[in-house]
């Protein structure tokens, strides 16, 4: 932390404001600049309250250079973070490391006959989760608001029924009750800083997929999965689903970025929703094949069996069919990536 | 609602759409152009769900000409909405139309001494409501939370002593109960798409001050408002805090021009945050001074005793000192535009 | 383009305009609405200039529905354009289509020796043109400028030795003469918007590599592009290199659904900098790959024998090690999307 | 600036990096952190080139903690700056400091009579400049593009029939000599970047107003002013024309925190214009109004005669009636804001 004083600062003030850092048991070096005088501090990672520093009247502005996140910091804990869903009478599914999860469903639960028969479909085709939502957050109040309560007992029908784990998002901590049975509680985009929440789901051991705040930095996303994890539960897995910014020709920007640059700074898992990035079925496809080109450890895809009758975000969603073939493009996209990284890094390289 | 129509679309296709739209009583006119088909759909400021139309097979694209909120919107009622707070033994707190009013306060109750203190020098200074903050809602778990429910106590053990009624943050609907005595629940730009919390809201009378969110459009922000006054609750007043933009020198970008257009597009007040959108006590006081001069209906301003001592937001804190002159400057520039609105409107402009 | 009209417009008011769209020969369709008046006006994909229209006194907004560009419209020109560079002795480089062009080179053309050198090693590792800077455009005035006229000297040295195509970027229409023998013209992120440029270019034969402005919408960008084409030079190579957008992690934010949705809008090729896009090394190699699995025509990536040396934009530079790495992946890559769209988009999909 | 070090570095190459600072004259501390090593660099505000430091192999990233511009920094020039554009047998007209200028006329010159009839009225109104645009940069090829020459002409006949000093913009270098005989430059927001423009600025002792790019940082701003001011001309006026974000209720989102953030920072006067930044003629009164109140130094305001039939910007456009009651309000308001800071700050502050 880079602590930068004001000019015109006397002696006196000068001071007291070491004694105050003294105080709060902070190492610290003085750095004399020409025209200013600031002040080093080291925190390392640690959860040091820069708002405390901002506040002296002798501050000028304050620099964070260490990163604002502990348990999300790959610095504190090296090995990547393999999260495991347990599946009955199999072996678990896994996110992170080397491994790869297609997660798909329809954007809302709609009724019982819809899930079953989406969810038999999609697990012959690749898909080893199932989404679907059931309480529904939606900018209008005039949209469709999601089945609620009874959507979970649909979505844990079509679990019994084909042995998929389900996951679907959580929009208030009342609810949590009924999450038991589902096996992976997503928090949306809107709820990414509902620390609340957060701090109730790091109480539990059950995975929770943090979608990223569609306004939120990579830094605060961090420290969003900071809030669970510190809590004690280890099992949070990230997932990109672009970002807002002035073009308008898709919904969102997917900020594809945020797969290396969260790898390289996290432990954690990092997956990518493609239909909420980009708003259009027909650019589905081609972000998903960048996804997993770009490392991303799994991606998560709105299938609907009827787009045009879905009760929400048709526009972005595919087929069945285009799902099919979505999925054997990406594992073949997939696979020669692997290659790549395992024969090429090591052969050619050594050439130079 | 404008729909384009996906091109090679066949009469059939096109029969089948127009017999929904039928089907659906919506009143529309067919545009036939040199390369396209569209159809203007007639909907008004009806809550018409587009995502429907949206997702159907032969639409291209969807634009909504009309607004997608109905309350708050002005055209569906016209007069402006002047929201009262009561106060003991006085008369009510008015904020919208012509009446304008200045909210300061702590950004969080530290102690009972520290908000009974500044409550009564504010109340002195010009204050017309106290804020604090109990339940914090921080970006870093490692930053101080807030005190909760006996920062609750605090608050209204100033409010007793000095008549100022207050207003104050709510985190989540489970806090609701505690804020009964509390005269103006916040819901803050975090919370602004908590839909379930809005519904919530929308079932009381008490007034709401909403936050606009800090990547919220004003459009979304109208529609959140939506929530609550379509619940039966007209009493909401707009907040604007600064949007997230790529600008770094201030913490936000406020955007001063919501002032006019919200007061174009809605009936609802709409006052002003410039410490949260500048995010530094040096740029608060001409932050403030232009609010009054774009014409918001009031200003809530983070006030101090010892800014280098707050236990959050330090840096854009201003002293009651600070306070006294910016409420005095703001008062004198509110007097010339209401002498400018009523004198020269009609004086000069008859000469052209 | 529809054209909200205001509320309260009387018939003499509504009577005037009808009769000015009819002098304008515009073909339009009146739409009657329960609020409010529009019209919606045929022109499809024509230059119509919707400033006019927006300014008269009874229009409330205009919204374009058809997109503001014509010649780069693939609506107009449904065949992908494939620009042809010539090479001497042997086949033209192709980029569009289902060609696919690496383009490489230092930021900065240093010194003859050195862009000579990396000239030789590149073209043994896969890239078809060389890329260098010879005047750079910098956000200080304090940071080395380029060789200037000295560096095109050493670039076609390069070329003479190699026979590697050479693209550099113009600053200004005065250097138009330097660039003879420049086989392919840059026109920069910061003047995407030079009009002025852009039209003499549109004078030219020569291939025209138009960067996407940091803060162009991509309508903004097929607009610019337009420029270029109508004038009757159809030779325009789309690139993007990311947005800015409040996220910091990256140097800019790279919208990779640009690929898909260029492809989508227009018939011109579009190939990627990922250099630029990220701002560092380590990133671009991941992002190169979701480029090419995007369905990108090329990428354009800074390669420099010693980064720690180069005089800019060094830190996101890779060496011709790291670069022979990424070009090898980039193939097997591109050689298993090759493999994905021909097999599975025929033999899966028949399935549903 | 701040240079944070790779993890892991060994001895030998920490040595080597000494020595590189140590060779570069540079005074430098070492920093020791728990989990990494850092090197703060005192260079003040110098021109020191990062991307030099940023490149080097051991370096993990770097952050300026100082300003990135010298010219226009006030510490390096702590009194205002006031521009003075002379008047033939008359005071000069100044900007910056304390005094205010208003600077109105049509976005585009479209004719003599046009442009010498509006000038007539503004200059009983309370203009002191005349705007006019001769040379315009649009974004479609296919709307207007401006008189060019002609339009010089006309203008500077404006000039001679008025005596306002007159402001135009320049599109390119090769424009320069046909404005030997224009009072002030102006460098439009897609030049703001265009350095070899601002270099040939920086040769004459003309002023220019520098408006600032759409999507520019308030860093990048005075970098680029310092390019004219490090060529030797004094004369820059810079003007806040709003920034591009992900808000679409407006054209721009005026950014008014930079008056305030530009005057801490800069000695140079900063006018707003709030035409561009709104881009409706309805918002443009109140946004004049709070340019005022923020302590800008001056207004660039849009009229035509005729919105309904302007060439260009018809939308933003206010009429000369609209702009007699706006000058009027913002000299009401002006003096109000004068007084304010003279009197209140002294006496009020006291009593705390």
């Known amino acids: 932390v880079i602590v930068t004083l004001k000019p015109h600062v006397t002696e006196k003030q000068y001071g007291d404001f070491m004694s105050r850092l003294r105080d709060m048991k902070l190492r610290f070096y003085e750095i004399d600049d020409l025209h200013s005088r600031s002040v080093s501090i080291v925190c390392g990672i640690s959860g040091l309250d820069t708002d405390m520093i901002r506040a002296m009247?002798?501050?000028?502005?304050?620099?964070?250079?260490?990163?604002?996140?502990?348990?999300?910091?790959?610095?504190?804990?090296?090995?990547?973070?393999?999260?495991?869903?347990?599946?009955?009478?199999?072996?678990?599914?896994?996110?992170?490391?080397?491994?790869?999860c297609m997660i798909a469903g329809p954007c809302s639960v709609e009724s019982e006959g819809q899930i079953i028969g989406i969810a038999e479909k999609l697990k012959t085709l690749g898909a080893r989760i199932l989404?679907?939502?059931?309480?529904?957050?939606?900018?209008?109040?005039?949209?469709?608001?999601?089945?609620?309560?009874?959507?979970?007992?649909?979505?844990?029908?079509?679990?019994?029924?084909?042995?998929?784990?389900?996951?679907?998002?959580?929009?208030d901590i009342s609810q949590l009750p009924e999450f038991e049975k589902i096996?992976?509680?997503?928090?949306?985009?809107?709820?990414?800083?509902?620390?609340?929440?957060?701090?109730?789901?790091?109480?539990?051991?059950?995975?929770?997929?943090?979608?990223?705040?569609?306004?939120?930095?990579?830094?605060?996303?961090?420290?969003?999965?900071?809030?669970i994890l510190s809590g004690g539960n280890g099992n949070v897995i990230l997932c990109e689903r672009g970002i807002r910014t002035f073009e308008t020709a898709t919904r969102n920007t997917l900020d594809i970025a945020a797969v290396p640059v969260v790898k390289d700074f996290s432990h954690l898992p990092v997956i990518v929703d493609p239909s909420h990035a980009t708003g259009y079925a027909k650019y589905v496809e081609?972000?998903?094949?960048?996804?997993?080109?770009?490392?991303?450890h799994g991606l998560i895809i709105e299938v609907h069996d009827n787009p045009e009758a879905a009760l929400s975000d048709g526009q972005q969603s595919i087929t069945p069919g285009e799902f099919a073939v979505l999925s054997k493009k990406a594992e073949i996209l997939r696979k020669a990536k692997v290659l790549a990284d395992s024969d090429v890094t090591g052969g050619i390289q050594n050439g130079f």
Chains 1, 2, 3, 4 share one sequence.
Not at 66 to 91: F, L, Q
Request: aromatic fraction near 6%.
């Open 286 to 296: 081609s972000m998903s094949l960048a996804s997993v080109a770009a490392g991303a």
């Open 183 to 227: 096996d992976v509680i997503q928090v949306g985009t809107r709820n990414m800083q509902n620390f609340l929440l957060l701090k109730e789901l790091g109480k539990l051991q059950k995975p929770v997929l943090l979608k990223r705040g569609a306004s939120s930095t990579i830094d605060e996303w961090l420290m969003a999965a900071d809030y």
């Open 57 to 100: 009247e002798i501050v000028e502005d304050v620099k964070r250079i260490d990163e604002p996140y502990k348990a999300a910091n790959r610095k504190c804990h090296p090995a990547d973070t393999v999260v495991e869903i347990p599946v009955a009478g199999s072996d678990p599914v896994k996110i992170g490391g080397g491994h790869f």
């Open 131 to 171: 989404r679907g939502g059931v309480f529904k957050l939606r900018s209008s109040p005039y949209s469709f608001q999601g089945l609620g309560t009874e959507g979970i007992g649909f979505l844990l029908k079509a679990k019994a029924q084909t042995g998929l784990p389900v996951v679907t998002e959580i929009a």
